[in-house]
């Protein structure tokens, strides 16, 4: 593999000038990553433009065409008909790609991690290809993993709040320029208390308008009533935990909110587990942040994620219910990434 060698890794990020892209780059220098050199790619229509990293400027360049080959590690963040096409040339020039998108999340052969969770899964990366999960089931993680740890997952309900930026740089764009639309904070205030309707621009990502509403219908609906969104809860949740068969069910949301997913989660346990017992074993969790009310502008540019919220579920035998947010461009793509990266790296040296 790519990182097989003691020398600082030579780095890629496709996908560079997007929003999870510009936050890779802050984060490997934010955190010292310790690298040799650094390569931007993105679309034909950036190529040419020029970034900061550190004390310098690097030009981007088209991904499309580029060559790959002197490069040790990629991170890829640009959706997942690109890692599709790109990811495996890349891992065939001998690069280890870390890959953001879920075009690789099911493979068998791809591990899929969440650094504070199963770094151990990155002791055999067949094809060269690592997966960063979905930024919503990544928030969930390094909560759930400690509290499956002790008392054994069973059953897992939870219905998501998620922000608009998780659609990317559209999402965002489309959620301003709703609220811009539905005009000052005094005039929709007098809309709401004469109940009258806030007439919105079309929504184009999603079913219905997400300013001042919610959208539960979260991109496709499959033939058995869940979206897509869903099912990688489900699945994603399965593979990281390695509970091939655990009963997930959930619902996933998008809220008005710029930045910052959030989950309302119902467990249930194999064995019992108070309220109490689960705040000391969250409190030692690495990535893990008690909150009195955990929510998403408290979680925005932070590395943890927040929980709260938790107290006994009578609904369910051995049942917990507590309230996780966490950044779902930090947390829960950049950095996720970047870790990953660091715990590669330390293997290699």
Request: aromatic share 4%; glycine share 8%.
């Amino acid at each position: 593999m790519g990182l097989s060698r003691n020398e600082q890794p030579r780095v890629g990020i496709v996908g560079a000038t997007g929003l999870v892209g510009t936050l890779m780059r802050t984060l490997l220098a934010e955190r010292d990553f310790p690298l040799a050199s650094l390569r931007l790619f993105a679309s034909a229509r950036s190529a040419g433009k020029r970034h900061a990293f550190r004390d310098e400027t690097i030009a981007v360049e088209d991904a499309t065409h580029a060559d790959f080959s002197d490069l040790d590690l990629v991170f890829f963040s640009a959706g997942g008909g690109t890692s599709r096409d790109l990811a495996p040339r890349v891992a065939a020039a001998g690069a280890v790609v870390i890959d953001n998108s879920s075009a690789w999340r099911g493979d068998p052969d791809v591990p899929l991690v969440v650094a504070e969770v199963n770094a151990h899964a990155l002791t055999a990366i067949p094809k060269n290809i690592v997966a960063n999960p979905n930024c919503t089931t990544m928030v969930a993680m390094p909560v759930l993993n400690p509290l499956h740890a002790a008392a054994g997952l069973k059953r897992l309900i939870a219905s998501t709040y998620q922000a608009a930026s998780g659609a990317g740089v559209a999402g965002v764009a489309e959620l301003g320029g709703q609220i811009a639309a539905a005009g000052a904070a005094d005039e929709l205030s007098a809309l709401a208390h004469a109940g009258d309707a806030i007439v919105m621009p079309a929504a184009e990502k999603w079913a219905v308008p997400l300013a001042c509403n919610i959208v539960p219908m979260n991109y496709v609906v499959r033939d058995d009533g869940f979206t897509d969104e869903e099912l990688k809860l489900r699945d994603e949740t399965r593979k990281i935990l390695e509970i091939p068969h655990l009963p997930v069910s959930g619902t996933c949301v998008r809220v008005p909110v710029f930045t910052g997913h959030s989950l309302s989660i119902n467990a249930e346990f194999e064995r019992p587990l108070s309220a109490a017992d689960a705040v000391g074993i969250l409190s030692e969790a690495p990535g893990v942040t008690i909150a009195d009310v955990p929510n998403p502008l408290e979680a925005t540019g932070q590395d943890d994620v927040y929980v709260g919220r938790i107290r006994q579920d009578a609904a369910l035998e051995n049942g917990l219910a507590f309230f996780v947010s966490g950044d779902n461009l930090r947390k829960g793509a950049a950095l996720n990434a970047v870790q990953i990266a660091e715990v590669l790296v330390g293997r290699a040296s």
